[in-house]
């Protein structure tokens, strides 16, 4: 005898990643975009912290841009989350501690397809935050290249120019380039003269 068809929707998660300047915002706003003219119902976040462009628009370095829901924490996020939305996606998703891979993977069972779009990897070259957790949760996964600013090779790093501390460090171009795996060095490359003592 054969089970009923079950009721509830199928949900799924996506993880879009690579270096600073591959297009992965480029590339979540493309697919939040085909979701609208879906007519699906579609909510995007981002993290609070991120506010290099705009307050509540998620940006990409190429000025495309949409409105999003800034937030603060994965809980909040949670909290905020429209009862009907079918879609969700969730820009700098490597600024959020560890409790966003929970939130998502409870958001997919619940029948949400979540787009997630992040840095896979730190200035130091190593993993960023929840993205390798999550892009092992995925069911889709898509690695992006930049172009290396030193070489023109493909580019999967993101140098940092600027002596800071810390791995959260949100910059644009003046702060970081693209570089290949040739190219890149895991520190600084310049000295940040604008801070006190550099």
Sequence with gaps: MHSPPSQHRTGWIEVVCGSMFSGKTEELLRRIKRARLARQPVVLFKPRVDNRYDEVKVVSHEGLNADAVPVASADELLGRMPKEAMVVGIDEVQFFDGAIVGVVEALASRGVRVIAAGLDQDWR??????VP????VAEYV???HAVCARCGGA????????????????GGAAEYEARCRACFVAEPTRVD?????A
Excluded: D
């Design 142 to 144: 898509t690695k992006l």
């Design 125 to 130: 070259g190593q993993p960023f935050g929840p």
């Design 133 to 136: 957790a999550l892009m092992a």
């Design 193 to 197: 003269v604008s801070r006190p003592g």
């Design 155 to 170: 580019a999967t790093r993101s140098q940092r120019l600027v002596a800071t501390e810390g791995q959260l460090f949100v």
